[in-house]
């Protein structure tokens, strides 16, 4: 799982850029360099500790989830999984600027690129997930009924979470990128997608759909 390899290669580099970091703090304190370099020797020790806890929280998140079939109905995780890529996106930022200043040795910068791989593999499969709207802050979870929506439909029921994960293991959702492959040699193009359709049952106004 992509997530899993982020957060490990994250435990793992995270540590070592910190020390190295906290080492170029203290010497920019004793040669008095620049306020504007001490600055952004702290601000990367603060980015790896928050990229550090975000994947420790990440990984225990997940540990978990195996015994919770229902985790990933949670908007929580889903924003978790979001913080943890926008930690580490903003660490990479800080640590192109202190390159620019050529100040960042290639080695620490190799040492990172495992984590910067498998975060983007994990944002790719995030962006193209049916659960993704739970990354947008969408929740997805059994809301309290009788609801009234914002153009005034009432709705007396609806576990929508539930209907998602009956509907992507009908269609084998995951299996998708093997049949595009083979729809590919036969010169033919696939496409995917799932949305929900609400219909009125019990009266006889007029319904109207269009692709």
């Given at each position: 799982?992509?997530?899993?390899?982020?957060?490990?290669?994250?435990?793992?580099?995270?540590?070592?850029?910190?020390?190295?970091?906290?080492?170029?703090?203290?010497?920019?304190?004793?040669?008095?360099?620049?306020?504007?370099?001490?600055?952004?020797?702290?601000?990367?020790?603060?980015?790896?500790?928050?990229?550090?806890?975000?994947?420790?929280?990440?990984?225990?998140?997940?540990?978990?989830?195996?015994?919770?079939?229902?985790?990933?109905?949670?908007?929580?995780?889903?924003?978790?999984?979001?913080?943890?890529?926008?930690?580490?996106?903003?660490?990479?930022?800080?640590?192109?600027?202190?390159?620019?200043?050529?100040?960042?040795?290639?080695?620490?910068?190799?040492?990172?690129?495992?984590?910067?791989?498998?975060?983007?593999?994990a944002g790719r499969l995030m962006e193209s997930s049916p659960w993704k709207n739970l990354a947008d802050g969408i929740s997805m979870v059994p809301a309290p009924t009788p609801y009234t929506s914002a153009m005034g439909q009432r709705y007396d029921s609806g576990d929508f979470s539930q209907l998602m994960d009956a509907a992507l293991a009908k269609i084998d959702w995951d299996g998708f990128p093997t049949r595009r492959a083979e729809a590919a040699r036969r010169g033919r193009q696939r496409g995917i997608g799932l949305a929900y359709y609400l219909e009125a049952t019990g009266g006889a106004a007029t319904e109207n759909a269009k692709v």
């Open positions: 799982m992509a997530l899993t390899r982020a957060y490990e290669a994250s435990l793992k580099a995270v540590p070592l850029a910190r020390d190295h970091f906290v080492r170029c703090l203290e010497t920019a304190e004793e040669n008095r360099h620049p306020s504007t370099v001490h600055d952004l020797w702290i601000t990367l020790v603060q980015r790896c500790k928050q990229c550090y806890e975000v994947s420790e929280a990440l990984h225990l998140r997940l540990t978990n989830m195996r015994k919770d079939v229902d985790g990933r109905n949670d908007p929580s995780f889903w924003l978790l999984c979001r913080t943890f890529l926008q930690h580490f996106i903003a660490l990479v930022n800080e640590m192109r600027e202190v390159r620019n200043m050529r100040l960042l040795p290639q080695e620490l910068i190799v040492m990172l690129r495992p984590v910067q791989k498998a975060s983007r593999e």
